[in-house]
């Protein structure tokens, strides 16, 4: 395709979508394209320590139709400064900045919310270590072809570009494998699997009964009994049946910068608020609608029960935790206003993610300690209704009969599996009958669905770690 042609399609597709969404609306499909790409790019440069150019190339690749864009955008990496510009055409401006501890966070012009990152308090961990020094080489033949298989790349695109692997049986590493530039300490973007972790700390807020899962969400914008958002419940957070008209972030392509929910994520300082004062769609607790905006609610909730400040909900997501699981190797990153980005902004290492489905392998208990309540891994496990992929309170899930779930468990998984999942390739998987966590890290294609390899990983590891038994190194 020429340039020129490249430019007619750019142009048009743009005022196409002034006509049918407004010229404000419009306004915004420039800077939700660079908004993703500056953010992203910050993020994998400056905490990550990844090659921007390749990043950047991985990440185009990795979701269709971007090149579309990708190839008329302006790329400024300062690396003194520690930002990142992108413009598009010279509009749609995008600004990323890196601050030290706390990450990237987009600023808009109007400057980032002044945040203070509380001090380490050198908790000790709680859950046992699960590896010990250096990297662990995969412990049978059968895990090492496996691991093999999974960073293979094939012949021709779509590329799988497996970036970290981690098989953690009974409590303990028994394989893992990073890419070039990458190794058990790099923290890496979970994406959505983020929104599983801000589902853990919701849980920890409700044990401390500061919230609570039915009844209406203590928002302040929604507290008049005759505003119908006054009856979403956290539960409907959770579940992504609170009906707000934000659109869908199921999927990540060039058409996701027409949604609204893309238009709060990247041309908005305070996310949540912009989420809070959505209408709704449907009624509360009616239908299923997957979109980043119900889980920045829940992080305006976990700032406002932990005392109101953005250091206040860092603080708490290290002690109550991070700091148990022994999860030190994570960053929690900020949108403008200083909330915590709970949709799909968090960054740990492969070790640490393992870390944290490990506490859903123990039933939420680390070193004898209760850090979810009774019975929350199975509530976060369990199908919502009319969810078609399969999906709970915060995880995704082949319980129930969801295509998504039945879909799975034909493809090897077991019945039981949940794990957290982000867009283009990430993974945390918990499979309790085989005590088995798997983590994969990488940027695929969310579409065909076996793109990454994440199906054939799932069986092989299942079937060679039930045939060995009991793996070296497993307790």
């Given at each position: 395709?020429?340039?020129?042609?490249?430019?007619?399609?750019?142009?048009?597709?743009?005022?196409?979508?002034?006509?049918?969404?407004?010229?404000?609306?419009?306004?915004?499909?420039?800077?939700?394209?660079?908004?993703?790409?500056?953010?992203?790019?910050?993020?994998?440069?400056?905490?990550?320590?990844?090659?921007?150019?390749?990043?950047?190339?991985?990440?185009?690749?990795?979701?269709?139709?971007?090149?579309?864009?990708?190839?008329?955008?302006?790329?400024?990496?300062?690396?003194?400064?520690?930002?990142?510009?992108?413009?598009?055409?010279?509009?749609?401006?995008?600004?990323?900045?890196?601050?030290?501890?706390?990450?990237?966070?987009?600023?808009?012009?109007?400057?980032?919310?002044?945040?203070?990152?509380?001090?380490?308090?050198?908790?000790?961990?709680?859950?046992?270590?699960?590896?010990?020094?250096?990297?662990?080489?995969?412990?049978?033949?059968?895990?090492?072809?496996?691991?093999?298989?999974?960073?293979?790349?094939?012949?021709?695109?779509?590329?799988?570009?497996?970036?970290?692997?981690?098989?953690?049986?009974?409590?303990?590493?028994?394989?893992?494998?990073?890419?070039?530039?990458?190794?058990?300490?790099?923290?890496?973007?979970?994406?959505?699997?983020?929104?599983?972790?801000?589902?853990?700390?919701?849980?920890?807020?409700?044990?401390?009964?500061?919230?609570?899962?039915?009844?209406?969400?203590?928002?302040?914008?929604?507290?008049?009994?005759?505003?119908?958002?006054?009856?979403?419940?956290?539960?409907?957070?959770?579940?992504?049946?609170?009906?707000?008209?934000?659109?869908?972030?199921?999927?990540?392509?060039?058409?996701?910068?027409?949604?609204?929910?893309?238009?709060?994520?990247?041309?908005?300082?305070?996310?949540?608020?912009?989420?809070?004062?959505?209408?709704?769609?449907?009624?509360?607790?009616?239908?299923?609608?997957?979109?980043?905006?119900?889980?920045?609610?829940?992080?305006?909730?976990?700032?406002?029960?932990?005392?109101?400040?953005?250091?206040?909900?860092?603080?708490?997501?290290?002690?109550?935790?991070?700091?148990?699981?022994?999860?030190?190797?994570?960053?929690?990153?900020?949108?403008?206003?200083?909330?915590?980005?709970?949709?799909?902004?968090?960054?740990?290492?492969?070790?640490?993610?393992?870390?944290?489905?490990?506490?859903?392998?123990?039933?939420?208990?680390?070193?004898?300690?209760?850090?979810?309540?009774?019975?929350?891994?199975?509530?976060?496990?369990?199908?919502?209704?009319?969810?078609?992929?399969?999906?709970?309170?915060?995880?995704?899930?082949?319980?129930?009969?969801?295509?998504?779930?039945?879909?799975?468990?034909d493809h090897g998984w077991p019945g039981d599996a949940f794990f957290a999942?982000?867009?283009?390739?990430?993974?945390?998987?918990?499979?309790?009958?085989?005590?088995?966590?798997?983590?994969?890290?990488?940027?695929?294609?969310?579409?065909?669905?076996?793109?990454?390899?994440?199906?054939?990983?799932?069986?092989?590891?299942?079937?060679?770690?039930?045939?060995?038994?009991?793996?070296?190194?497993?307790?």
């Amino acid at each position: 395709m020429t340039r020129r042609r490249k430019i007619v399609l750019l142009t048009t597709a743009i005022a196409c979508a002034g006509l049918a969404l407004g010229a404000a609306r419009a306004r915004d499909v420039p800077k939700v394209a660079t908004g993703f790409i500056a953010h992203t790019l910050c993020s994998e440069t400056f905490v990550s320590g990844l090659d921007p150019m390749r990043d950047l190339n991985e990440t185009i690749d990795a979701m269709p139709g971007t090149g579309l864009l990708s190839w008329a955008m302006n790329l400024q990496i300062d690396r003194t400064r520690k930002d990142v510009t992108v413009s598009l055409f010279g509009i749609g401006r995008s600004h990323a900045v890196y601050r030290e501890g706390l990450g990237c966070s987009l600023e808009h012009g109007r400057g980032i919310a002044d945040v203070a990152l509380p001090p380490d308090d050198k908790q000790p961990a709680l859950l046992p270590d699960i590896a010990g020094p250096g990297l662990v080489p995969p412990q049978s033949e059968g895990l090492s072809a496996a691991l093999d298989r999974a960073f293979a790349e094939p012949a021709q695109p779509p590329y799988r570009r497996t970036r970290a692997i981690v098989v953690m049986k009974a409590g303990r590493i028994v394989a893992e494998r990073y890419a070039d530039g990458i190794g058990p300490e790099t923290r890496l973007l979970g994406f959505s699997m983020t929104k599983s972790v801000m589902s853990a700390l919701t849980g920890i807020l409700v044990r401390q009964g500061k919230l609570r899962l039915d009844g209406p969400a203590p928002i302040a914008a929604w507290q008049n009994p005759d505003d119908p958002r006054h009856a979403i419940t956290v539960d409907q957070l959770l579940r992504h049946t609170a009906g707000l008209a934000l659109g869908s972030s199921l999927e990540a392509k060039l058409g996701s910068v027409l949604e609204p929910v893309n238009t709060m994520k990247y041309a908005e300082d305070d996310m949540a608020g912009f989420a809070e004062r959505a209408p709704l769609a449907t009624a509360p607790g009616t239908a299923w609608n997957y979109h980043d905006g119900n889980f920045l609610i829940l992080a305006q909730l976990l700032r406002d029960a932990a005392g109101g400040k953005p250091a206040d909900a860092l603080r708490f997501a290290r002690r109550e935790l991070f700091a148990p699981l022994g999860m030190h190797d994570v960053t929690l990153q900020l949108d403008g206003a200083g909330t915590i980005e709970g949709a799909g902004e968090m960054m740990a290492s492969a070790r640490d993610w393992a870390r944290f489905g490990q506490l859903y392998l123990n039933d939420g208990v680390v070193g004898g300690k209760r850090i979810l309540p009774e019975g929350w891994v199975n509530y976060s496990a369990t199908a919502t209704p009319h969810a078609w992929v399969g999906i709970g309170a915060g995880f995704w899930t082949n319980q129930g009969n969801s295509f998504g779930a039945k879909f799975r468990v034909d493809h090897g998984w077991p019945g039981d599996a949940f794990f957290a999942k982000g867009t283009i390739g990430q993974y945390t998987i918990v499979i309790p009958s085989e005590r088995l966590v798997i983590v994969r890290l990488g940027r695929s294609p969310n579409f065909p669905p076996d793109v990454d390899g994440v199906f054939d990983l799932v069986r092989d590891v299942v079937a060679i770690t039930r045939e060995n038994g009991k793996l070296a190194g497993a307790n």
